[in-house]
């Protein structure tokens, strides 16, 4: 009777250990969960620091300049007797650098996107798509040297006249660089594509070309919309390229051969002086990346929202 | 049957026309990409010795060398990945595995592809303004590391996620068949098997890091530097030490930026030189990363 009993008390204490280890095991699962929750905000914060920062110092800006001015005042000499504030000769430079970026690299991308896809052989397109990867894994201070050192002199042979450093040059240089992000991007979203369209295709008559531009193309538009956004919002934000080779000159003007800034180049070109902190001239940097942060997000929520809605189209 | 022969014929070249053009666009990229690394090696490839990277900048260009560049680079990359790296992998698994799809998951969701787009000056404006005017931590190492890790913690998000997506059911349901918690799960199974997709995903990313420069020159690196930072190791205990992290720096592309913006020509010459070096660290990495992405496509057959 004893014996029995102590078994049992034996099996009982026994129990209780076992149920305290997984007690042990649920609490360590609950502190886990939790750091993992924190460590996935982590990337909200960032998002409210950077707003937080960009507002913060931006409102001490526009106490002392107007909206007015800032949007339709044509000059931009923040740091010259008298300042002028307007954001404008910025956004030109880089809308014109951004637009002649586009020229090269949509339809290069997209050309090159409708080969792989549907042209390539398998072992091509295994091979070439990391090679043109790495064009975008280039640091874009070498495409700053190589624009201003080497294609320039080359457009300067084709166009007479053209400054050494001016937006045609970068944009160019720049619309090399985003190739991979737009080709990459519209090449998945036409291997997307169902098979059972091609053939369908395929079966009436159509040869590849036509198959390819009249069926695959329009079925993945929304994805190709997304890769050409991509491409977009990363020539609006490159700075590199127009800081080297853009010319640095806050010029209201939508000739591609003139030289201009852009407003990357504009905050490289304050940070590389030494502006007290609090003064107009520093704050100025923090209204222009506001703006450059707006226009970029606009678009990365379009680019997110069509990149959905081809991921659901099948 | 003569109008069909020529209809056929007509749509075959059609295809065959393309199939040339299309190779040709694709030729562009590398053509050029070759042209930009046979252009670097011309110009700079005399400059490249032992003597330039072992030297300090310099106002004379054939005494000037990238020395403080490289380490610079070198100990902000320590900085960016041990900050980076486990917080995107922690994020990656909490997305993968844990979020319930409600407002809150899709918020952080959208929120890290809108993250991944910022123009990366934004991160050095950001950083400007709240590591270094905020908390008054200073323009040193450290806050330039940390500056990058944000940058590339959406990169080693998504990279990381795809590689946990990758791993099939089978393997969670086995592991919980056999009484595994859910951390057990994970720890034990599906970062060791989605392990190659992970390294890939931060190999690029650190590599998009050493390239970058424009943040850096907002929140401050110096170029003029003529004193290392203080070595991590040293010879008495405790053997590391700290101080490097609040040491002033200068990185790599920072000083092709400042050798490319001035007037003479020999300082070019420098800059093709440190171009070089740094084209080679990026895409000896990539390479690095295409290898074991490759080598496990090979291997792993669920």
Excluded at chain 1, 1 to 9: G, I, S, T, V
Excluded at chain 2, 31 to 49: E, N, P, Q, T
Excluded at chain 2, 143 to 170: H, K, Q, W
Excluded at chain 2, 258 to 278: C, D, G, M, T, Y
């Amino acid at each position: 009777m004893n014996a029995n009993l102590n078994e049992l008390r034996a099996k009982i204490s026994e129990h209780r250990a076992k149920k305290r280890g997984r007690n042990w095991l649920h609490v360590r699962e609950g502190i886990i969960e939790t750091g993992l929750l924190a460590a996935a905000l982590s990337s909200i914060a960032i998002t409210l620091g950077i707003v937080f920062i960009l507002c913060w110092e931006s409102v001490g800006f526009f106490k002392e300049v107007s909206l007015t001015q800032f949007f339709f005042d044509t000059q931009w000499t923040p740091l010259f007797d008298p300042p002028h504030y307007g954001i404008l000769p910025l956004l030109s430079g880089t809308l014109m650098t951004t637009f002649v970026a586009l020229c090269v690299a949509l339809p290069l991308g997209t050309i090159t996107a409708i080969y792989l896809s549907e042209f390539a052989a398998p072992w091509v397109r295994e091979f070439v798509k990391p090679l043109l990867e790495l064009l975008s894994a280039v640091p874009t201070v070498v495409y700053g040297y190589f624009a201003l050192y080497l294609v320039a002199p080359l457009m300067q042979n084709i166009i007479p006249d053209l400054p050494a450093s001016c937006m045609l040059t970068a944009g160019i240089v720049m619309g090399i660089m985003i190739i991979p992000y737009v080709s990459s991007l519209s090449e998945d979203a036409m291997r997307a594509v169902p098979m059972l369209l091609r053939e369908g295709a395929y079966a009436l008559g159509a040869n590849r070309i036509r198959t390819a531009l009249t069926v695959v193309f329009p079925a993945a538009t929304s994805g190709i919309g997304a890769a050409y956004i991509l491409g977009l919002s990363r020539a609006i934000g490159e700075t590199m390229i127009v800081a080297i080779a853009g010319g640095m000159q806050p010029k209201l003007s939508i000739d591609p051969r003139d030289p201009a800034m852009t407003v990357t180049a504009y905050i490289v070109q304050v940070s590389q002086g030494d502006l007290p902190h609090g003064s107009i001239g520093y704050k100025t940097i923090f209204a222009a990346g506001l703006t450059l942060f707006v226009m970029t997000l606009v678009f990365n929520l379009i680019g997110h929202y069509l990149k959905k809605r081809y991921r659901e189209a099948y | 049957m003569k109008d069909v022969d020529k209809l056929i014929r007509q749509q075959k070249f059609q295809d065959r026309f393309f199939a040339v053009l299309g190779f040709l666009c694709t030729l562009v990229g590398l053509v050029v990409l070759s042209i930009l690394i046979i252009d670097l090696l011309r110009d700079g490839w005399k400059s490249l010795d032992y003597q330039f990277l072992t030297s300090f900048p310099s106002r004379k260009a054939e005494s000037a060398g990238i020395l403080v560049a490289w380490i610079g680079s070198i100990l902000v990359a320590i900085v960016t990945a041990l900050t980076a790296v486990p917080l995107g992998i922690a994020a990656a698994i909490y997305l993968e595995e844990y979020a319930r799809k409600n407002w809150l998951t899709s918020f952080v969701e959208i929120n890290i592809t809108n993250l991944a787009g910022v123009p990366s000056i934004i991160y050095g404006l950001m950083s400007l303004g709240l590591f270094v005017y905020f908390l008054g931590l200073g323009r040193n190492v450290f806050v330039g590391g940390l500056t990058l890790g944000f940058l590339i913690l959406p990169i080693i998000i998504v990279a990381t996620r795809e590689a946990i997506r990758s791993v099939p059911n089978g393997i969670r349901e086995a592991a919980y068949a056999l009484g595994a918690t859910k951390w057990q799960v994970i720890w034990h199974h599906l970062l060791p098997c989605s392990v190659n997709g992970i390294a890939t995903g931060t190999i690029i990313a650190l590599s998009r890091a050493l390239g970058e420069s424009a943040p850096l020159i907002v929140v401050g690196a110096v170029v003029f530097n003529t004193v290392l930072p203080p070595s991590p190791l040293q010879a008495n205990f405790p053997f590391v030490n700290f101080d490097w992290l609040d040491s002033s720096f200068s990185v790599m592309p920072i000083q092709v930026f400042n050798w490319v913006s001035r007037p003479q020509e020999a300082f070019h010459r420098n800059a093709a030189a440190a171009s070089i070096v740094l084209i080679f660290i990026t895409l000896t990495l990539n390479g690095m990363a295409m290898f074991i992405r490759y080598r496990f496509r090979k291997k792993v057959q669920w």
